[in-house]
């Protein structure tokens, strides 16, 4: 175990859902990360908090819509997915921003 | 170009091999360089981290730096079984907010 944490680690939602993918870490981290992991692709990153404060935001769809309301949680928010944004999402948290990243187990998610 | 070039594999190797796995990428302002070893179904987990040219080793694992060829190697010894994962290069230009770049990974099998 990493000490990162996320819920659910399946998730079957239909386009019109809206779900949300939990992270928690047990680090005292103060940054948190959201990633897509799809299918032969790179390691995709989407969000990155630090100090609960989003700084980066790689030019994600609005249909994902993160949340850090402490530096130990931090929420994506899915609402009218996209087939195509099947993948898995992993949740990741470092030191004060620094390099080093301890990541989650990932969500599995399937948009049908 | 892409800004980090990692070949899929599969790679396979018999038991006991020594395994040479290889990230190039383009970017030459890359100075944090890491390894990542991620088993089916699970969260990547940092397995090396080196900053700068040089070699690191940790056991069995030695990771190399070059950054005048923009080339970096993770050398596996001994190879075992328990080594079959996904192996990701990840790359950034600093600590402190700065995102990680990633490969593609590579599946590595080691046979018995």
């Known amino acids: 175990e990493t000490g990162v944490t996320q819920t659910p680690r399946h998730l079957v939602m239909g386009m019109t859902n809206k779900k949300s993918l939990k992270c928690e870490q047990h680090l005292g981290h103060n940054a948190m990360y959201w990633y897509k992991q799809s299918a032969k692709k790179p390691l995709e990153l989407m969000f990155v908090?630090?100090?609960?404060?989003?700084?980066e935001n790689n030019s994600v769809p609005s249909r994902f819509s993160p949340e850090c309301p402490n530096s130990s949680h931090l929420f994506l928010h899915l609402h009218t997915l996209q087939p195509e944004d099947s993948a898995l999402y992993l949740c990741?948290?470092?030191?004060?921003?620094?390099?080093?990243?301890?990541f989650g187990p990932g969500t599995r998610l399937t948009v049908l | 170009q892409k800004e980090v070039e990692q070949d899929p594999g599969p790679l396979s190797v018999p038991e006991g091999a020594i395994v040479s796995l290889n990230c190039t990428y383009s970017?030459?302002?890359?100075?944090?360089f890491m390894w990542y070893r991620q088993y089916s179904r699970k969260g990547p987990e940092l397995l090396m981290y080196t900053y700068s040219s040089g070699n690191k080793e940790d056991g069995r694992f030695t990771a190399q730096v070059d950054k005048s060829s923009k080339y970096i190697s993770l050398f596996i010894r001994d190879s075992q079984p328990s080594d079959s994962a996904t192996y990701l290069c990840a790359m950034s230009v600093g600590s402190g907010n700065t995102p990680l770049v990633f490969g593609k990974g590579t599946r590595l099998s080691v046979i018995a």
């Open positions: 970017n030459s302002a890359f100075q944090y």
């Open positions: 908090y630090s100090l609960e404060e989003r700084v």
């Open positions: 990741a948290s470092s030191q004060d921003e620094e390099d080093t990243q301890y």
